[in-house]
């Protein structure tokens, strides 16, 4: 008796759970079913159970996500010009890529483009890539390319978070002979992308990238060759220049002024002097002029005479690894014409020989004297003095009126001597000779 | 100038120039129609009408070339602070046989490169750097620009240059760096390498780096300091620099950056510096087989 109303009252619970589950079944028909593949899991989690409203807003933001994503490409295809062949553009987009050109665009529309939402891009992809991690190196190489986006390029951390897409103990060989004959050749491929975007803009690896790379791809990788050849050539490139530039490089265009007229000065004794002229108070609207002079240019121009003119020689460029700036010097032409060697070339290197053969003294021979001339400074050159130069934001002809204004004011002897603007673009020689060949 | 001013640091001794006995005469090269020089050998037609366009020439160049082989005879050593100069760029004749190449002459990019004789009587190096892809299939980097010494006329188409021990240039630079190579014998890997030349492209590379601005530069770089590299990427295995045999210099233009470019160079010059000991700057390390690959 007692054991009948037990399986009863068991019977008559689980009769209730059953209903219940019956219900939630027919309710889960009612949503649409996609395309039977993985992806069609990550769509799951991202969906809500609201309705057919619902539903249809989000089909109009995938649309719209759509249509801007179709509307890049165009753009992008736009201005290259003069294909000889055609290029078809996809009016669909398969259900990985959808996905994954979808997870950038969410986290951008919910905030800044930071190193944190990188990190919740990834995290997302990784939440929902299942067991098999299909998409992973298509994923990986929109990653890299979205790094300069989110100027992260010269961020370690980022760089394994995106090397920890891959997936560990799947990829290694089984013995030697299987490692020489390249298994899995893309997935290998994709990890040396991301070793050389490293070596591009000078990241160098870690012990723990290292360990990364063994776990999923062995010791005995192309992988693993090129990190070790990273570890032995970039430290010892890294210092190979004597005027560097950091990485990243600073925003603030004063700054890179600054940095740009440091190192184009011999002279140690430079004073570099920033004049500001924000009227408003406006921080992006500001100008200014950086002029770099140092005393021994100011005494050389205290000798200089009024009747020589002084020229102001117009743009050049100056580069700081990928940053471009425009330079003006103060200058005056050289003395003397610069005059080029005999066309008979044997006859006038015999006779410097000759001349230079019999250039010894022997203590018997009386000492003539020779003029004693004082040592001519750096800014004494073949082509003229150089006297000042300057940066300016600008680089208009008002503002080099200014820095001349400027300099009046530590060089009185300015105000006397007649200034030439010799101002021309920096592109001027280039142009001209890329017109006379196409003349030609 | 610099050179002849100067001072060595060690032992206070004013540098000196050589009293030696080379000297680099005029090269002609074969042009296409379009003025870019041909490397490749001559056909026998081709050779055939060479000797009849330059008959009268070809018993100069035995001259130069038995000469030189005389004077090898009688060499003088060159002491310490000797100074000797490679190349002179004083006036339009010196800069002839001087060859500028970019990708855009081997359909590999969009950059311009032109040489030519600036204001004060300099050579100017000058062009635009472009870093488009063309639309290959093929390639995912693009944007280089080269300026190739003359190759040594005569028989031995090789410079000799191990009495010294650094490389002079004095130039004016915008800023950028620019890579300095130097490529051994580029005709005679042909002739005795069976498989296409295995060698023909590898360049001893060192960068150069430049300050920028209105200031004449002089970069003093020793010939140990300089690495192997075959076809741009650096070697695994590396060897001291065989300075006996050096075919021609070049300075390559490979930044990655949009723009445009200028180089004004005065002079490039040898120096004997007997302070500077190095042979070698980079560990010779023996490496395992499977290691050693070119990825």
Not at chain 1, 111 to 137: C, D, P, Q, V, W
Not at chain 2, 45 to 72: A, G, H, M, Y
Not at chain 2, 169 to 174: A, C, E, F, K
Not at chain 2, 216 to 224: C, E, G, L, R
């Amino acid at each position: 008796m007692m054991q009948r109303q037990f399986l009863v009252c068991i019977r008559s619970l689980l009769m209730r759970d059953a209903l219940f589950v019956q219900a939630s079944i027919d309710r889960k028909s009612q949503i649409r079913k996609y395309h039977q593949t993985a992806p069609t899991m990550f769509y799951k989690r991202f969906m809500n159970r609201e309705g057919k409203k619902a539903l249809k807003k989000k089909e109009e933001e995938d649309s719209e996500i759509d249509a801007k994503l179709v509307e890049d490409k165009v753009q992008g295809l736009e201005k290259v010009s003069k294909i000889p062949y055609k290029i078809r553009v996809a009016t669909y987009e398969g259900t990985a890529d959808r996905f994954l050109n979808r997870i950038f665009k969410q986290v951008e529309e919910s905030g800044e483009k930071s190193e944190k939402s990188f990190n919740t891009a990834i995290k997302i992809y990784k939440l929902n890539a299942g067991l098999y991690m299909r998409g992973h190196i298509e994923f990986g190489d929109l990653a890299l390319s979205k790094l300069e986006e989110y100027e992260l390029q010269y961020n370690l951390e980022v760089y394994k978070m995106i090397f920890s897409i891959f997936p560990e103990g799947k990829y290694l060989p089984k013995s030697k002979i299987d490692a020489e004959f390249v298994p899995f050749p893309r997935q290998q491929d994709a990890a040396l992308k991301v070793l050389s975007k490293m070596m591009d803009n000078g990241v160098i690896p870690d012990e723990e990238f290292g360990r990364m790379i063994i776990s999923r791809f062995s010791q005995r990788s192309k992988v693993f060759a090129r990190y070790m050849r990273m570890l032995y050539w970039m430290p010892k490139f890294k210092y190979m220049n004597p005027w560097p530039v950091p990485r990243p490089p600073p925003k603030d265009p004063i700054q890179l002024a600054v940095m740009a007229l440091k190192r184009m000065s011999f002279d140690i004794q430079t004073k570099i002097t920033v004049v500001n002229n924000s009227q408003d108070g406006d921080s992006a609207s500001e100008k200014f002029i950086a002029s770099a002079q140092s005393p021994k240019q100011i005494d050389l121009l205290s000798k200089h005479g009024p009747s020589k003119p002084i020229i102001v020689e117009g743009e050049h460029y100056v580069y700081l690894r990928k940053i471009q700036q425009k330079v003006f010097f103060l200058k005056t032409d050289p003395e003397k014409e610069i005059m080029s060697d005999d066309p008979d070339y044997y006859k006038a290197m015999e006779d410097k020989e000759d001349e230079e053969l019999f250039d010894f003294t022997t203590p018997m021979s009386e000492e003539e004297q020779t003029a004693i001339v004082p040592k001519k400074s750096v800014h004494e050159q073949e082509d003229g003095t150089v006297y000042a130069m300057c940066i300016t934001s600008d680089s208009s002809k008002e503002s080099i009126q200014d820095w001349i204004q400027f300099l009046q004011t530590s060089n009185p002897a300015l105000q006397h001597i007649p200034v030439l603007f010799r101002i021309r673009d920096a592109d001027f020689l280039l142009n001209e000779t890329i017109k006379q060949e196409e003349e030609e | 100038m610099f050179l002849r001013n100067s001072v060595c640091h060690m032992c206070r001794q004013n540098f000196l120039p050589v009293i030696s006995a080379r000297r680099t005469s005029k090269r002609q090269i074969s042009m296409d129609f379009q003025g870019r020089p041909q490397f490749r050998r001559r056909t026998e037609r081709e050779k055939i009408q060479w000797i009849k366009d330059n008959f009268p020439q070809v018993f100069k160049k035995i001259d130069i070339s038995v000469r030189e082989t005389l004077r090898c005879v009688d060499k003088l050593p060159v002491f310490h602070g000797e100074y000797n100069y490679f190349w002179k760029f004083d006036s339009e004749q010196k800069l002839e046989d001087w060859v500028v190449t970019s990708d855009s002459d081997n359909k590999q990019g969009f950059s311009r490169a032109f040489l030519a004789l600036s204001r004060n009587k300099r050579a100017l190096f000058y062009g635009n750097l472009s870093t488009e892809v063309p639309k290959d299939g093929e390639l995912t980097r693009a944007g280089y620009v080269q300026l190739r010494s003359p190759v040594n006329p005569g028989v031995r188409q090789t410079y000799d240059w191990s009495d010294f021990t650094h490389l002079v240039i004095r130039m004016r630079g915008d800023g950028r760096t620019y890579g300095l190579g130097l490529q051994k014998n580029y005709k005679k890997s042909h002739a005795f390498d069976m498989a296409m030349g295995l060698t023909a492209n590898d360049q001893y590379h060192y960068p150069l780096f430049t300050r920028g601005g209105p200031y004449w530069q002089v970069a003093k770089i020793p010939f140990s300091k300089f690495y192997l590299s075959h076809k741009g990427t650096v070697q695994d295995k590396q060897a001291p620099m065989n300075i006996s045999e050096v075919a021609f210099l070049c300075f390559n233009l490979m930044d990655n950056v949009d723009g445009p470019f200028n180089l004004e160079i005065d002079y490039i010059a040898l120096l004997k510096d007997a302070n500077h000991e190095e042979k070698h700057a980079y560990e010779l390390y023996d490496l395992q087989d499977h290691v050693v690959s070119a990825y």
